[in-house]
Each structure stands twice: as C-alpha cells, then as structure tokens.
C-alpha cells in the first residue's frame, strides 16, 4: 500500500520507490528548547501600558475641550463636562469605601493605586475621619493627621481635580502600578504606609502578581490591601457581539476587549504575592445604554479604550453595524437600550506581621470534634 501510494505521488521520471521508503519512514523527534536559550527576564507582556497613560490623558483634554465649547453655546449647564463619565468608578468606590469602613481601626496612612483622579480617597475622606488618635503627648499636630497618598501613571487625571475638591490634600505621585518601587518618592514610603486600596485601575496591569508584591512591600507589617479589579465576565456582551460580527463579515475575529482576572484565580494570586487572610468576593453591576455607540463612547471617555499589544486600531463600519444588531438581539431589554456588565473582584489580604492571628499547629487541639457533635 505504501509502495503503491509512493509511486503514484513520484511519477515517471522521478526518484524510485526503494529510495523514497527509508526517508519517509525516518523517526522524527519532537521540538525542544535549545538548553543554551537564556531564561526571560522579564514577565510576558499583556497590554501597552504607556499607552494606557496616553489614552487617559486624551481623553481628559478631549471632554475639558468639548465642555468648553458647549459651555460657550449655552451657560445653564453646571455640570462638569469633565466629570460625566465617573459613574463608574464613582460607584465601585463607593463599594469598595463601605468595605474600608468595616476594618476595626481606620488606617493612619492610606496610599490610593491606580487612582486616575482620587475619586476613592475623596469618598474615603468623607467617611473617615481626618485626625488620628494620638499615641503619644509629645506627638505635634501635623503626625495627628491622617496621611494620604495617590498614584496614578496619566499626569492629565492624577492633576484633574483641584486640591479644594479633598477634604484633605494628598500627596499626587505619577507612577505606574508595574513600576511602583522604581518611583523615588514611593521608595521614600516603603514599608511606611497602613493601607494601600485600589478602585478599578489594576485590571491594566500585565505582570499583576509582580504589581501585589510591591504593594505588599509599601506595607508595614500587619497592613492591609483593599482593591477592586475587574472581572472575567467584564462587558462580556460586548466581547461576545464584536466576535460574532468579526466572524461573519472579517473570517476571523481581533481581540477587542482586553483579558481580565477569573474570580476563582484571585485567591491565588493574592497568596502568591505574598498576602495572608485573604478575603475575595464578586459583585456585578450592569448599566444600560441606549445603544452600542454610547457604550462605547463612554469607554473611550473613561480613558478604557483597548490597550492590548498588537491590537487593530481600525474597527470598520460595517463590523459596527453588524454588532450593534446582534448585540440588540442577544441582549438588548424591551425598551430599546443594551445592558453592560461589570464583573467586580474585592481583594482584601493582610501582610503578615507578629500580631496577627496564626493557625495552630496540626495535632495540637485538645478538643474531639465527637464530643461537640
């Protein structure tokens, strides 16, 4: 049989059979790393970081450009054209404050991560407040005072909101979450601040174990992490109607939405980072749209435009079109408008330190769980 295949495929005036058998029954091994391949030095890269930064600071100078204009048309609108789109992170914080508010004894010394323009540490400065009880007679009034912190890699939003918008001025620090340690003012803190919180801005982070690990070291012993990062099931209606609209009209389909945290990963990652009594837990919010384009045009305002490597900048229209009416009918409510998931992931670890509660040893217990039953 494999004679006769090998000479029909040869033909008149080709090799012959006997010597075209042993090259094609010739064992081949299978592909392997060269040993003298150096290791990477670095974690695999995910998202275009810079960028990211750049898209925040566009679109800050885009709606303070339109607020503008539309200001100079009509004067009866008060509303901060700056400000429209903070719905969102207006909301996760409010979410994440209340979980802050829970913690036994308020921090002294909060640093807020990924802050874009310190929506979280103005809510925070409203619920808690703003002197420290004194530990000591000899302590001056300016170490009374809570301490704060915000860190955000667009210089556009981490300067947006004047000074008189906190209850308390913190102190604006452009750095980015991946690089938190190289930054000379926050290696200045390390090791000095009680509680680190994040609302909504981890999410862009590639190397997001690396990102935990500087914040664990920010932390004095005993410190805790409070952040919020978007889930897996993140605008999951989105995803799914660009696909099949790529699909149909491209062949093929582009990463449009960027990858995000699994809910049941978060636990590891926390641990893996170092973190102890770690405390996770989900929520979804869902938002609805009149349609596509205005989802879509929020996000671009909001600064969370597609930041992954190697994307297509270039959406055509009729791939739009195609997914505004899937979108429509896979999801849309009988009133017209779309819904938008936001899956949302709250962190909470502890970094260890020598007063907080340990597990005893196995074998140790003088109790039988028969005679409790």
């Known amino acids: 049989m494999l004679r006769t295949s090998l000479l029909r495929a040869v033909g008149p005036g080709g090799i012959s059979a006997s010597s075209a058998i042993p090259r094609a029954l010739v064992a081949r091994s299978y592909a392997t ?19 990211k930064g750049r898209q925040k600071d566009r679109a800050i100078v885009r709606l303070r450009e339109e607020g503008e204009s539309f200001k100079s048309r009509s004067a009866e609108n008060d509303e901060d054209p700056v400000k429209v789109v903070d719905y969102l992170r207006e909301e996760i914080s409010e979410r994440l404050a209340e979980r802050i508010e829970d913690l036994r004894v308020p921090p002294a010394s909060i640093l807020e991560l990924a802050a874009h323009s310190g929506q979280l ?11 420290v009880p004194s530990t000591s007679e000899k302590q001056d009034q300016q170490t009374e005072r809570r301490k704060w912190w915000i860190v955000e890699s667009s210089k556009e939003a981490l300067h947006r909101d004047e000074d008189s918008m906190f209850a308390s001025p913190p ?3 452009q750095a980015s979450a991946s690089r938190l340690l190289e930054h000379p003012e926050i ?3 390390r090791e000095k601040v009680e509680a680190v919180v994040s609302s909504g801005g981890l999410h862009w982070v590639g190397d997001i174990v690396g990102a935990l690990t500087q914040i664990r070291h920010l932390l004095k012993p005993d410190g805790v992490f409070v952040g919020a990062v978007l889930g897996g099931d993140t605008l999951f209606e989105l995803r799914t109607s660009l696909q099949l609209a790529e699909q149909e009209r491209r062949g093929g389909i582009a990463n449009r939405v960027s990858p995000m945290i699994n809910p049941t990963d978060a636990p590891s990652l926390l641990n893996r980072a170092g973190f102890t009594l770690t405390t996770i837990d989900v929520e979804d919010m869902i938002i609805n749209y ?12 909001m600064g969370e435009s597609n930041a992954i490597l190697g994307r297509r900048a270039h959406v055509s229209r009729d791939v739009l079109l195609s997914a505004d009416a899937i979108y429509k009918e896979l999801y849309g409510n009988e ?4 819904p938008a998931t936001f899956q949302i992931i709250f962190l909470i670890g502890w970094k260890p330190g020598p007063n907080q509660p340990q597990a005893l040893e196995r074998g140790s217990a003088t109790t039988s769980l028969k005679d409790v039953l």
């Open 290 to 301: 009149p349609s596509i384009w205005e989802l879509m045009s929020d996000l671009r305002d």
């Open 171 to 173: 102190t604006r620090i």
């Open 335 to 338: 009133d017209g408008s779309v």
């Open 187 to 189: 290696e200045k803190i």
């Open 121 to 131: 540490t103005q809510i925070l400065q409203e619920v808690i407040p703003d002197e």
């Open 33 to 51: 790393l060269s040993p003298h391949t150096p290791p990477p030095t670095k974690p695999y890269e995910v998202f275009d970081e810079p960028s």
